[in-house]
Structures are given as structure tokens and as C-alpha cells.
């Protein structure tokens, strides 16, 4: 179990120390994509859904959700994000949602860049299920990290 650095000896769960760790430039992003009908699709990249505008919300969903991805997952550290960006890419039959997220601190935001994209993906499903439930959230995965001990880390292509 010591390989796992949120497991202790005895394997119980505890938070990582990262104190003794120097602070870096850190970023990382991640990816995910909703599919649908082509209705739900055409409404929400025309401004039709009768909750308003989709991705506007769902950009500030993400947004809000990786700051608060400390309170989501247990062992997350609170980190002082220096940005958040969603970008969203609509076509015929869905939306691909991007989240960067960017810190100086003593540990990654991966989970950060994760949340963001899961949430905005959920926010999505949210406003558009009255026009379509059968739509398919998929393929959430972290593409890029950079910063750390670890040193920078990029996705095999899908």
C-alpha cells in the first residue's frame, strides 16, 4: 500500500503533506464530451433551450467547480487558482467541453481541471434533459499536466 501516497502505512486514508514541497507554475487540462439528439444539440447551439442560454451556465458551473473541488473530493488540498478557463465546442450531435486550470502552489490541479470539466458536462445535461434524457456524458479524461516534481505529463491521443 505505500505506493499510494493517499494511503498510510496501515492503509488508512490521510491527506499529503506537501509542506517540505516547493512551489511551482502548475497546470492541467481535461476533456469530455456530452452527446444527443441533434434537437438538443440544435438548441443549444442556437440559444433555444427554455432554460436559457446552455453553455454560458455550464461555462460558469465549471468555473465554480473547480474552486470548490477541495470541498468535492475528500483529500483534495484547497489551492489558490489563478485560472479557469471552459471551452466549449458544440456540433450536430453534441459538446466538447476543455477545462485549463492554472495555480503557483505545492500541488497539481488535476482533479481541478477534472471537476470542472465533469460539472460543466453535468450543467450541460441539466438545462437540455427536457429536451433530450438519453444524452451520454463520456470520455472525461485529464490530456495535459505540467509543473510539479513529477515534471509534465500528456495524453496518448484518443
Given amino acids: 500500500m505505500t505506493d499510494l501516497t493517499h494511503l498510510d502505512s496501515a492503509g488508512a486514508a490521510h491527506m499529503v503533506d506537501v509542506s517540505n514541497k516547493?512551489?511551482?507554475?502548475?497546470?492541467a487540462t481535461?476533456?469530455?464530451r456530452i452527446t444527443?439528439?441533434?434537437?438538443?444539440?440544435?438548441?443549444?447551439?442556437t440559444g433555444a433551450a427554455a432554460k436559457g442560454d446552455v453553455l454560458a451556465v455550464a461555462r460558469i458551473a465549471g468555473i465554480m467547480?473547480?474552486?470548490?473541488?477541495s470541498d468535492l473530493i475528500p483529500l483534495c488540498h484547497p489551492l489558490p487558482l489563478t485560472r479557469v478557463a471552459i471551452e466549449l465546442v458544440t456540433d450536430e450531435t453534441g459538446v466538447t467541453a476543455t477545462a485549463t486550470a492554472r495555480t503557483d502552489g505545492k500541488t497539481g490541479v488535476e482533479m481541478e481541471?477534472?471537476?470542472?470539466?465533469?460539472?460543466?458536462?453535468?450543467?450541460?445535461y441539466d438545462m437540455a434533459k427536457a429536451i433530450d434524457k438519453a444524452m451520454q456524458i463520456d470520455g472525461v479524461r485529464?490530456?495535459?499536466?505540467?509543473?510539479?516534481?513529477?515534471?509534465?505529463w500528456?495524453?496518448?491521443p484518443a
Fill in 65 to 69: 467547480a473547480a474552486k470548490r473541488t
Fill in 30 to 32: 481535461a476533456t469530455g
Fill in 154 to 156: 500528456r495524453a496518448e
Fill in 142 to 152: 485529464l490530456l495535459t499536466k505540467t509543473g510539479g516534481k513529477s515534471g509534465d
Fill in 113 to 124: 481541471a477534472l471537476t470542472a470539466v465533469s460539472v460543466t458536462l453535468l450543467t450541460i
Fill in 22 to 27: 516547493q512551489v511551482t507554475a502548475r497546470e
Fill in 36 to 45: 444527443m439528439s441533434a434537437q438538443a444539440a440544435t438548441a443549444i447551439r
